[in-house]
């Protein structure tokens, strides 16, 4: 390791969120380039640096920064410069020379510990001498808590966070309970909390560990689809966590229960545990949606006459079935619409909504991805918005979202329809909900044979399946869909019927491998070479689907060997290493996280911003554009022509996606995907699975693998149980 020291002549870039800056540091005659974390660092301070010397490719020589001190400064000149240097809010060269030149050597001592005396310089108030004491004695105090908690491994990142959360009071807080920051802070787990926990010497069968331990089962579980648990499951998840006993665990959900951190309810199927926001969100949501199932008096006949004008009109039949969907759509506040690929949702959206216009109402349309919204589009010739965009989305991360679309300012309009609804959770249709007055109308439309959301919840099942409100399940498959192998094959798998596998179809082929690397070459010749021309694609428009992220033909392992084929590396191409991945300009990439804070712009062909908004959210795909070292930037352009800028230390919600789990391709359509199929967990090789990687597909589906493997989903119906309570309250 080098040693540097030296005062910061010129910060050439700083990012406030995480302190990474490029500044240039005076070392007496010579000037050095720094790279690292420096927060809360400005121009003037004496620092010592540690780090070792490196040649970046585009900008030589510099020094990379592993750790540093403030140097306070020690004579008139230090002192001066620092104040002059812009670090103080309010304090120029010329103010900075006057008190200097006053107080001499005692400057800081003055500043902090007689602060009123700073008014005895020209041109400074008592209000503005307490200002600079506060600044310079709020950097101090940052400063000092990097190094407290630089003492138990935390790193400068993570401290910040926790000095931006706690300010002061972070010295008490990690001494009493460090399991606070669990809760308190995005991005800080319970196995953080816990690590830092042991290094300040909490024992491990604290009550704290206990109760955070609890709290974080129920969160992790969330992230599994569930909004509870029964409470003998939730103990046994915590025990294996704590390496506690699960009969020690359950004495500790009264005292969560009275915190109101926790929830307990007894119902007829157990005892089941909630965390307290899923708890109330599942019951208001409940209570929302029977507030919307409103019965409206419209004669039969009445209804008839307006279908049979727009059929006359458009030239489309309905069936009886779909008939029925617009008559309960015209005489109900609330509806739900469900069928599979090839059954008319379509046709009866476009009904639905010529009906209302024939009515004179106001109609809006969204589905909960940005490619699903633009299908909608394409298919009704209306606009249709994201969710989140009709809810005005701003700022907050990962379901803290702020919407400007509430109960305080409802979304106003007579009709909403919303499609794709098996991919809305309990807390996007909460948000929903809440912004939907009461005589509004709500049609729901979805698949409920898909795969649940990715979020907790299973809104469109358990609405469904409560049987308390209006649903039409459409089940004909149409002559023009009965054409398309994908979609006759999607409903066989759906109803667990053999499927032909003899390739004699011109849009579902299965080609038999039965070696992982055998598989993929494969996987890699039908994407470049075979595909694109086929269904008049480009190869990035190929997506490939895959059950798992672990294994031989996992996401993670199929991303690496796809990206080296589809983008290889290129003198004119700029990368990036982030952990274990290599970022490329042209990848395909995905957001793997809601992210309501970033934002995002269209641009027009001159770089002018032609359009702003913030959100981009979990499942949305795009392409890197451009990878700036200096400016420690990635630009990536998403659908719509959004393009978001990420900072190259903050990659953690972006992956390549080449290749996606299945579950993540929900609400997606391709040209053609391609579906390796070796061997993987029963729980997840099911049925349910497999049809819903099928139905992504528009023009052509080919599986590359093990037939049996094939077989076996169709036949296996277990799926992993979602513990929710929203069919509960909708029927108590």
Known sequence: ???????????????????????????????????????????????????????????????????????????????????????????????????????????????????????????????????????????????????????????????????????????????????????????????????????????????????????????????????????????????????????????????????????????????????????????????????????????????????????????????????????????????????????????????????????????????????????????????????????????????????????DNPLETDVIIIDEMSMVDITLMYHLLKAILPGTRLILVGDVNQLPSVGPGSVLRDMIYSKRFHVVRLTKVFRQAAQSDIIVNAHKINHGEPVSLDNKSMDFFFLKRFEADVIIRVVIQLIRQKLPKYVDATPFDIQVLTPMRKGLLGVERLNGILQQYLNPPASDKKEHEYHDMVFREGDKVMQIKNNYQLEWEVRSKYGIAAEKGMGIFNGDMGIIQTINSYAETMTVEFDEGRLVDYSLKQLEELELAYAVTIHKSQGSEYPAVVIPLLTGPRMLMNRNLLYTAVTRAKKCVTLVGDDRTFQGMIANVSEQKRYTGLGYFIKT
């Open 1 to 407: 390791m080098d040693t540097l020291a030296g005062f910061v002549g010129h910060i050439v870039f700083q990012n406030p969120e995480n302190g990474y800056t490029v500044l240039d540091l005076v070392c007496g005659e010579d000037e050095v380039t720094c790279v690292g974390f420096f927060h809360g660092v400005g121009e003037g301070e004496s620092l010592s640096l540690t780090g070792e010397y490196a040649t970046h490719p585009s900008y030589g020589k510099q020094f990379k920064m592993e750790s540093f001190q403030v140097k306070p400064p020690e004579d008139t000149v230090s002192m001066e410069r620092y104040l002059g240097s812009g670090a103080i809010k309010g304090v120029g060269a010329a103010l900075a020379s006057r008190i200097v030149r006053r107080f001499q050597e005692n400057t800081f001592r003055v500043i902090e510990e007689e602060p009123e005396r700073l008014a005895e310089v020209k041109g400074i108030s008592k209000k503005k001498a307490m200002d600079i004491a506060d600044q310079v004695i709020g950097k101090q105090e940052m400063r000092q808590a990097m190094i407290f908690l630089q003492q138990y491994g935390i790193s400068q990142s993570l401290g910040i966070k926790i000095y931006q959360a706690y300010g002061q009071r972070l010295y008490g807080i990690l001494k009493e309970n460090p399991y606070r920051l669990a809760e308190d802070i995005q991005g800080i787990g319970f196995k953080v909390a816990d690590e830092i926990a042991s290094r300040i010497g909490i024992q491990a069968d604290s009550d704290f560990r206990i109760r955070s331990g609890i709290l974080y089962a129920l969160i992790r579980s969330a992230s599994e689809g569930h909004t509870c648990l029964p409470a003998e499951l939730l103990g046994q998840k915590a025990g294996e966590l704590l390496g506690v006993v699960p009969e020690h665990i359950e004495k500790y959900y009264m005292d969560l229960a009275i915190d109101k951190k926790i929830i307990v309810k007894d119902t007829e199927g157990g005892q089941f545990v909630y965390a307290a926001h899923y708890y109330y969100m599942e019951m208001n949501t409940a209570a929302m949606l029977k507030q919307l199932d409103i019965s409206y008096e419209v004669p039969e006949a009445e209804i008839q006459k307006k279908i049979a004008e727009i059929e006359e009109s458009t030239g489309m039949v309905l069936d009886a079935l779909q008939a029925e969907a617009v008559k309960e759509a015209a005489s109900n506040g609330l509806m739900v619409i469900t069928g599979g690929p090839g059954t008319g949702k379509t046709t009866t959206i476009n009904t639905i909504i010529r009906y209302f216009e024939l009515e004179g109402l106001d109609i809006f349309l969204a589905a909960p991805t940005g490619r699903a919204a633009k299908r909608m589009s394409e298919t009704t010739g209306f606009e249709a918005r994201t969710i989140h965009r009709m809810l005005e989305v701003n700022g907050g991360m990962e379901g803290n979202g702020r919407f400007e679309r509430d109960e």
